[in-house]
Nanobody, 120 residues
Framework: VQLQAFGGGLVQAGGSLRLSCAASGSIFSNNVMGWYRQAPGKQRELVATITQGSRTNYGDSVKGRFTISRDNAKNTVYLQMNSLKVQDTAVYYC???????????????WGQGTQVTVSS
């Protein structure tokens, strides 16, 4: 498994959750990492990206609430989700590509999804 995501669960609106994605060393060090999500009946949506130099980019719907970070020693990328809303309910996927442009257009690597459910 090259990308493995975990940390999803059920949380009440207003709560917090942290997702983790563990990557193989070669993928982590050579790629921009990111998170996507897909809600039932909706298209997959980019949530956040982070470069090897920790430059970040966020989707408009999560700015100010979510924080993406990476731990180079652990080959792991995190998504800290605060002030969660019911509309954040989705399956969250980690992804990776050699550049941010490529990650946004068509990721090269995908992890399995992890379900996040936010209840009202």
């Amino acid at each position: 498994v090259q990308l493995q995501a975990f940390g999803g669960g059920l949380v009440q609106a207003g709560g917090s959750l942290r997702l983790s994605c563990a990557a193989s060393g070669s993928i982590f060090s050579n790629n921009v990492m990111g998170w996507y999500r897909q809600a039932p009946g909706k298209q997959r949506e980019l949530v956040a990206t982070i470069t090897q130099g920790s430059r970040t980019n966020y989707g408009d719907s999560v700015k100010g609430r979510f924080t993406i970070s990476r731990d180079n020693a652990k080959n792991t990328v995190y998504l800290q989700m605060n002030s969660l809303k019911v509309q954040d309910t989705a399956v969250y996927y980690c992804a990776a590509s050699p550049s941010t442009v490529m990650l946004i257009s068509a990721p090269d690597y995908w992890g399995q999804g992890t379900q996040v459910t936010v209840s009202s």
